[in-house]
Structure formats: C-alpha cells, structure tokens
C-alpha cells in the first residue's frame, strides 16, 4: 500500500462528513506532492523533524486513533492530517538522487555542542558518502588528542546497531514510559506527557521533556551535579552509551553533559551522547546513539595530516597548523559507515581557537 493509500485509509477511518473526507484528504495530496521532490536530509534530521511536526500536532488535537466524536475542529484533524503526510514523506527510504543537490549552510555550533552534518549525496567511494561537518569553535589550549600518523591508508568501519521493538520498548520502560512504542516507518515514538521518546533505525535516540519548572525551592545544579546526574540517566537508560569523561558546559543557565565514543583511541565527532539539565537538575534533553560495535570494513588511500592543513588552509577563514585524526558517522541508506577525517586546529579570523573538518580518504581510491 502506498502512502498516499495510507493517508486515505486513515482519514475515512477517523472522519464521519464525506464533505470533510474530501477536504482532509485534498490537503494530504498537496503536501505529499510538495514533499515529494528528492532533498538531501540525513536520516536523523528526517526522525527529529517528524518527531516535532507530531509533537506539535499533539498540542492541539486529540491522537489519531481516537473516536471521531472526541476529534477537535476541522482545522485541527487538518493540521493532523498534514503532519502525517509530513512523516511519512519525511520517513521515506529511496534512494538518493547522483547529482549534487545544493547542501545547506550551517551555523556554527555552539562550544561543547556536536557539529552538525549534512550528507552530501556524491559518492566519495562506490558506497561511500561525504559528511560536511561544520567548524567547531573549541574552549582555549585545546590540543590534538594523539599524535597524527602520516599514513597513506586509513581503516573504515561499519557501525552495527541492534534497534528493534524489544530494544526500544526496554529503553522506553527504563525512562519511565507506560505501553509499547508505536512504529512508524524506520522511527519507533513513545510518549508520557510532556515526555516524547524516537529512535531511529540507525540507532539515533532523542528524549525530551518538555514541561516547564515549577517553584525555586530545588538547590542549583553545579557542574559535578551536572555530570552525576548525566550519568545517572544513562546508566538507567541501559541501552546508552556512557563513555569516558564527560565535558560539561553551559548554553544560557543549562548544563550541557557530553560523552564522546571512539574507536581505536579517536573520537566519533558526530556520535556524541549528549544530555541537557537545567538548573535545577531537570533532563530537559539527551541526543545519543544505542550502544554500538564497530567492524572494520576495509583501508583506503588517505591524504597526509600536512595535506589536510593546506586543504583546511585553503577553505579561508583562519590560520590552521596542525591535525589529528577522528571518526565521522556517514548514514548512507541501509549502513552506517565510520570514516576517518582529519581535524585541523587553528584559530578562526577574530583568533578564536577552532577545528576544521576535512575527509581523509581520496576519493576513488
């Protein structure tokens, strides 16, 4: 059954007026064929994006599968209607397009916060895709984590992750959510409340809670707080990394706790677990990955550190002087591959301390 077969099926099964039917079913025709053009997102912004656009539907309308007695006003099951549409556009799997679409500028993220990445859909490899990973601005005497080796290959692995709906029904049972996830397409949903859970196929995690403090009676977190708190839900999560020794930062009067994997002593850049508390302890958010192994794919001809300064050099926009070698998580349809980049340091144009991302492997090798 196609989606649009789907969206109809949904809406005569949860309207009573044909004259509604009509209305709701015309409205997911034009957002499907208004989403139906290829865009280049990566799995884990098409989840996150779903998992807003339902967030937001839930505000005002009651859930889909309830009676139609108890359905808000038209404009709502509307707004239902379009968000479903929305999703399962969103969710699709085919595959993407061999031309180079135009890839999206991102800010620059914050200090302590995981660079964003947007997947070039141009094969660096037969079956290798490009990560872009924003500049990162990074806290002052921030050095290279190991010496880098100037080898002429670099190893490649393949990420295996086990998301099924015993996995994510543990994990959702462990944070405190009643019944059985809800599948749609590759995104398993729970909800509590304020609280909303998703996990991907790939294994990508977001937990939210949304609910607003109340009172000013509850002691302020400190940053040690902070980290055993972090911990302290990961742990309970069970199926979540908690990995080394986390860095913690502030946005604003929040804490932010980051944990970063690695494979054979480097970081995973953009495989990062990270949990957000605010000030008095609340977890307002955690962004993470189910717990992973790594199997090495194969080797690949790789450009030299000195190599990666000229190209970090030649992007402008600072001084680069040195690199180190990391990980990238590169989604590309069916897998997850870890590819190795180089992260060049340097100091940005206003002589902020900064790291720049350059892939390490030659294309076509």
């Known amino acids: ?15 009573s007026l044909p004259s509604e039917r009509r209305a709701l079913e015309s409205t997911a025709a034009r957002v499907e064929d208004a989403l139906s053009r290829d865009v280049p997102y990566r799995p884990q912004f098409k989840a996150e994006l779903r998992a807003q656009l339902m ?20 404009l709502g099951v509307a707004a239902a209607a379009a968000v479903f549409a929305i999703g399962l556009q969103m969710l699709r799997t085919d595959t993407p397009p061999t031309t180079n679409p135009p890839v999206a500028v991102a800010p ?7 660079p964003t990445a947007q997947t070039e859909l141009v094969a660096q490899h037969s079956r290798l895709p490009v990560v872009n990973l924003a500049d990162e601005e990074l806290v002052p005497d921030t050095a290279p984590s190991a010496t880098a080796a ?6 490649v692995f393949t990420v295996q992750v086990r998301v099924d709906a015993d996995t994510v029904n543990r994990l959702a049972a462990a944070l405190g959510f009643q019944g059985q996830a809800r599948e749609a397409g590759s995104v398993f949903t729970a909800t509590l409340g304020s609280k909303s859970l ?14 607003t403090e109340q009172g000013t009676g509850t002691q302020a977190l400190t940053e040690d707080g902070a980290r055993a708190a972090a911990q302290t839900f990961l742990t ?16 604003g ?16 850049i953009n495989g990062r677990t990270t949990v ?10 955690a962004d993470a990955y189910v717990k992973s192994t790594y199997t090495l794919d194969k080797s690949y001809k790789a450009i030299s550190p000195s190599q990666a300064v000229t190209e970090a050099q030649k992007q402008g926009g600072g001084t680069f002087t040195q690199a180190d070698l990391v990980y990238v998580r590169t989604p590309h349809q069916e897998k997850t591959f870890l590819q190795p980049y180089w992260r060049v340091f340097g100091t940005s144009a206003a002589g902020k301390p900064l790291a720049r991302y350059v892939p390490a492997l030659i294309p076509g090798s």
Do not use: C
């Not at 999560?237 to 990995?243: I, K, Q, S, Y």
């Not at 929040?254 to 002593?265: A, I, K, L, Y």
């Open 1 to 15: 059954m196609t989606n649009a077969e789907d969206m109809k099926e949904l809406i005569a099964e949860n309207t």
């Open 55 to 74: 967030a937001q539907a839930r505000r005002k309308i009651t859930p889909w599968y309830a009676r139609p007695s108890v359905w808000g006003s038209a």
């Open 108 to 114: 620059t993220p914050k200090v302590g916060e995981p």
């Open 150 to 155: 100037d080898q002429s290959e670099q190893k």
């Open 198 to 211: 998703q996990v991907a196929m790939d294994g990508h995690v977001i937990y939210e809670d949304q609910v």
């Open 236 to 251: 309970r999560a069970a199926v979540l990394p908690v990995e080394g020794a986390p860095a913690v930062t502030l946005r």
């Open 253 to 268: 009067t929040d804490f932010v706790v980051t944990f970063t994997p690695q494979v054979e002593g480097r970081p995973i």
């Open 276 to 285: 957000v508390l605010s000030s008095r302890g609340q977890i307002m958010k």
